[in-house]
C-alpha cells in the first residue's frame, strides 16, 4: 500500500477547499481551512552564521508550518532564525502565492505576528479596553494556535533529534 501523500489544492475552485474548511467546526470561524505559525529551532552555529542568530542571540531556523483540521501539514518552510514569521509568509512561495490558489470565502488562522489580509485573520492586539466580542474572538482563535503547537509536538515525538533542540 502507498503512504498518503498531502498536497496543497492548486486552484480556487477545488473541491479539496471544501475538505478543508472542516477546520471551521472544529474552531468555530466561520469558513477557516488552515491554520498557519512559526516555530524557532535553536540549532549549531553553521559555518556560514550570518543571518541565523535570533533576537534571543542563539543560532537557530524559523520553521513556518501550515496545517489542517486533522493535524496535517500542508506545507512548510525553513528560513534562518532572523527571519519573521511575518516576511516568511509574505515573501515566499505559500504567503506570496495563496491569493491565486485560495477560494474567495476561506480563510487563514494566524497568531498576531502576521499581517491581515483578505484570506489571513489575526487576533486583535491585547489590551485592558478589549470588548466582549473582541475577546471572544481572541479566545477562539487561540485554539487554532494550539493546534498548530500540537503538530510541533508530534514532530518532535516522530523525529527524536528535535527533542535535544531549544524551540522558542
Known amino acids: 500500500m502507498l503512504p498518503v501523500v498531502v498536497h496543497f489544492p492548486d486552484n480556487p475552485s477545488s473541491t479539496e477547499w471544501e475538505e478543508l474548511s472542516k477546520l471551521e467546526k472544529i474552531v468555530k470561524f466561520l469558513n477557516a481551512c488552515l491554520a498557519v505559525n512559526g516555530i524557532l529551532i535553536q540549532i549549531e552555529r553553521p559555518h556560514d552564521y550570518e543571518g541565523w542568530y535570533f533576537w534571543k542571540g542563539y543560532p537557530a531556523m524559523n520553521v513556518q508550518l501550515v496545517?489542517?483540521?486533522?493535524?496535517c501539514i500542508q506545507t512548510f518552510d525553513v528560513q534562518p532564525g532572523s527571519a519573521t514569521n511575518k516576511l516568511i509568509f509574505k515573501y515566499l512561495q505559500f504567503g506570496s502565492k495563496i491569493h491565486t490558489v485560495i477560494s474567495k470565502h476561506?480563510?487563514?488562522?494566524?497568531?498576531?505576528?502576521?499581517?491581515?489580509?483578505?484570506?489571513?485573520?489575526?487576533?486583535?492586539?491585547?489590551?485592558?479596553?478589549?470588548?466582549?466580542?473582541?475577546r471572544k474572538y481572541n479566545y477562539h482563535h487561540s485554539v487554532t494556535q494550539i493546534s498548530v503547537k500540537h503538530i510541533i509536538g508530534l514532530l518532535k515525538g516522530q523525529f527524536c533529534i528535535l527533542k535535544l533542540w531549544k524551540f522558542y
Do not use: F, G, S
Open 106 to 134: 476561506m480563510h487563514i488562522l494566524a497568531d498576531a505576528e502576521y499581517v491581515l489580509l483578505r484570506h489571513v485573520l489575526a487576533p486583535y492586539p491585547v489590551n485592558d479596553n478589549m470588548t466582549k466580542d473582541k
Open 67 to 71: 496545517c489542517d483540521y486533522i493535524h
